[in-house]
């Protein structure tokens, strides 16, 4: 089967590294990478804790492109976690309003935080590489950001024969990124600041579920040597405990586990961290990362909120340029006025007029579930969908950004164009590495997750 690069093509893979397009003309020489059974190590990867399935392609990214997803990964999300101090003062019935949220339950997010734990948030933002360049689309902010297989992954990727062929025959310089050596060293780093004197640091990883728990052993063994090896590096011994909360002793002023006090937790409950936990935390005694402020910053609202003010006085000029390269015109949807490309609108009657470029999507959804995207829609479903989203808990409406077309292996034997979405990992302010998934262009209806069927692929950092 011969491969065709259009222009298109060229132009969406040169884009992120000359070697994508290499690799194209390397599958197009060696009929082998076209079909899908010459990738065993990938496609027959599973287990239990994920429903990611691995694509046999990787894509590779260059120097200058890693730079722009750090950077732009890393300033929306500082500008995110600045969204109650510097729009709402921290104001949580100001918050709870605009929200729709209970003020009880925003009490609960902000009251267990504070500057310094917001500054070590984790998140990771879901970029698309549109024709108009880089755009975030969206910002997880649980704990629970996925991430932790791509060391595993990695490897894998480095076995296939094919790919390790196409890398050893153009003398690729592979940068060395280990997602999970990351976030361990962040957690440290991060914990050494709650406990400077300790000579030991326990975290456990906090799962609702014992068969979770148990499940986990083997990314959990993997985990305490990297954890074990960043832990040296400051002179420190301890383990990642993966657990639930019942197995946690809170009879004392600490947490512990069996006989190991346990310095930090990683939420692993998507910011349903127990209550009886949380005034270990406010004391100071163990850390909670990110805990149940996770809950209220994952709200889709917070890009709204930056793209409504985007010409606020509230942002420096620099973060104001920010908000306009990569944040797509965003808006809470209520039956008022706003702005759209400097000129008010009618946001109602706007959004009943451009379903074609719009998205329609919950505040509080999760995992592209109820996501609208207008150009799969039908008219007349598009006017019910924006009448209930008028009504009742908060939705968002974004403009519709258009995915390039990337050619990747589809089928037991071919290729075709792929819609793909960039999962980049952010640990407080320092870039961690990217997470692809991806659909066929034909079987895409906008909305790029597992849940939706995506697979999940590789990008490797190339020195070039």
């Known amino acids: ?33 076209l079909r899908r059974s010459q990738f065993p190590e990938l496609i027959n990867w599973h287990h239990f804790s994920t429903k990611a399935k691995l694509h046999p392609w990787p894509l590779f990214v260059s120097r200058h492109t890693r730079k722009e997803l750090a950077d732009a990964s890393v300033n929306v999300f500082e500008l995110i976690k600045s969204i109650p101090r510097r729009i709402f003062s921290n104001d ?8 729709g949220l209970p003020l009880e339950y925003v009490n609960r997010c902000l009251e267990w935080s ?24 969206e910002y997880n902010i649980t704990s629970n950001l996925g991430g932790w297989w791509l060391p595993i ?30 976030i361990l060293g962040h957690f440290i780093e991060t914990t050494l600041e709650y406990f400077p004197n300790e000579n030991e640091m326990n975290l456990a990883v906090l799962v ?13 063994k993997y985990a305490n040597r990297v954890y074990k090896d960043c832990l040296q590096r400051n002179r420190l011994k301890g383990d990642v405990i993966f657990c639930t909360s019942d197995e946690l002793d809170m009879t004392g002023e600490y947490l512990y586990h069996k006989d190991k006090k346990v310095h930090a937790l990683y939420d692993f409950c998507f910011g349903d961290v127990p209550a009886e936990l949380l005034p270990f935390f406010k004391k100071g005694n163990v850390l909670i990362l990110n805990g149940p402020v996770g809950g209220l910053m ?12 985007e010409d606020s006085d509230l942002f420096t000029p620099g973060e104001k340029e920010t908000i306009k390269k990569y944040i797509p015109w965003t808006r809470k949807v209520v039956d008022g006025i706003t702005t759209y490309g400097g000129e008010k609108i009618k946001l109602k009657d706007f959004l009943l007029s451009h379903r074609e470029k719009l998205v329609l999507k919950p505040a509080r959804g999760m995992g592209g579930e109820n996501v609208h995207v207008g150009h799969y829609i039908p008219e007349s479903q598009w006017e019910t969908l924006v009448s209930e989203a008028l009504l009742g808990e908060p939705w968002v409406a974004q403009e519709r950004i258009e995915f390039p077309p990337f050619l990747l292996q589809w089928g037991e034997n071919g290729c075709t164009e792929h819609d793909i ?7 407080g302010n320092r870039y961690g590495g990217v997470l692809l998934r991806g659909l066929p262009r034909q079987n895409s209806n906008g909305i790029i997750n597992t849940r939706q069927g995506a697979w999940s692929s590789l990008v490797f950092e190339v020195d070039e």
């Open 421 to 427: 979405a960039w999962g980049v990992f952010v640990l």
């Open 298 to 309: 994952s709200n889709k609202l917070k890009l709204a909120l930056l793209s409504e003010h």
């Open 114 to 137: 504070h500057d310094k734990h917001m500054e070590n948030l984790m998140g990771r933002g879901d970029f698309i590489f549109s024709m108009a360049g880089l755009k975030c689309i």
């Open 153 to 182: 992954w990695e490897s894998l990727y480095l076995q296939n024969p094919l790919i390790s062929g196409f890398i050893n025959s153009h003398k690729l310089k592979i940068t060395d990124k280990n997602l999970m050596s990351i």
């Open 208 to 220: 609702h579920d014992r068969e979770l728990v148990e499940s986990m052993a083997e990314p959990g």
């Open 92 to 99: 949580t019935e100001r918050i709870s309003r605009y929200y």
């Open 1 to 33: 089967m011969n491969i065709t690069i259009t222009t298109a093509i060229r132009e969406a893979h040169e884009t992120l590294s000359p070697s994508n397009v290499k690799f194209l003309e390397y599958a197009g020489k060696n009929p082998g990478c």
